[in-house]
């Protein structure tokens, strides 16, 4: 089994899972060794970034990805290099990166013997899917003088990650009330708005 402990990054309320460090021969590098060095260059990426310096945060998230190979590179069956390199990309919104490193991480864990592991990276797969999508369809709602027809369809996609969410449910229904006004009475968006606010009260009521 893989023994875990759980820390946190200073940039993100979710835990990085590291393994306890092993000893290792001198001048060699260990997995362990740089799976903690992704945790650190993260942490440091973080703090160049609050404290305005991009270029540094730039490249310390640079070497975030020369551990992550490295680690991977000595072993590819554990899931700590993988859960490590994710929560820094889903930190920097490399969105793309995070997902395809939560699959790996999926990939490489025995949800019998670490159920809330496995649980953890699951939710954070969804998470990084939520979060592309929510920078699609910002990008095309521009606040609500965009592309209000495609911003729908993005929408849609958010409901899918997480279908019993009520905002989102009232964002579907205050857009198609916006689209309604430009396609008019011969449209039936009118009535799938109605729809979308009756569903977000029912959302809304079971969350509380």
């Known amino acids: 089994p893989t023994y875990c402990r759980m820390i946190r990054t200073c940039s993100c309320r979710w835990p990085l899972v590291l393994l306890l460090l092993v000893p290792t021969r001198a001048g060699s590098t260990s997995y362990d060794e740089l799976v903690n060095a992704i945790e650190k260059q993260t942490q440091q990426a973080v703090s160049a970034h609050r404290a305005g310096r991009v270029a540094d945060a730039f490249a310390k998230l640079d070497e975030v990805r020369s551990s992550y190979h490295s680690a991977i590179k000595?072993?590819?069956t554990k899931p700590d290099a993988y859960i490590?390199?994710?929560t820094a990309m889903l930190n920097s919104n490399n969105l793309d990166e995070a997902i395809k490193a939560w699959r790996a991480?999926?990939?490489r864990i025995d949800k019998e013997k670490e159920p809330r592991l496995a649980a953890w990276v699951d939710g954070r797969l969804r998470w990084s899917r939520y979060g592309k999508v929510s920078m699609k369809r910002d990008k095309l709602y521009s606040k609500g003088q965009g592309d209000l027809v495609e911003s729908l369809k993005f929408m849609r996609k958010q409901l899918e990650i997480y279908p019993d969410h009520p905002v989102l449910h009232h964002d579907v229904a205050l857009a198609r009330v916006m689209v309604s006004d430009f396609l008019g009475k011969g449209?039936?968006?009118t009535e799938l708005a109605v729809d979308s606010y009756a569903t977000a009260q029912k959302a809304a009521f079971v969350a509380w």
């Open 74 to 76: 000595l072993d590819k």
């Open 84 to 86: 490590g390199y994710a």
């Open 105 to 107: 991480a999926q990939q």
């Open 187 to 189: 449209s039936n968006v």
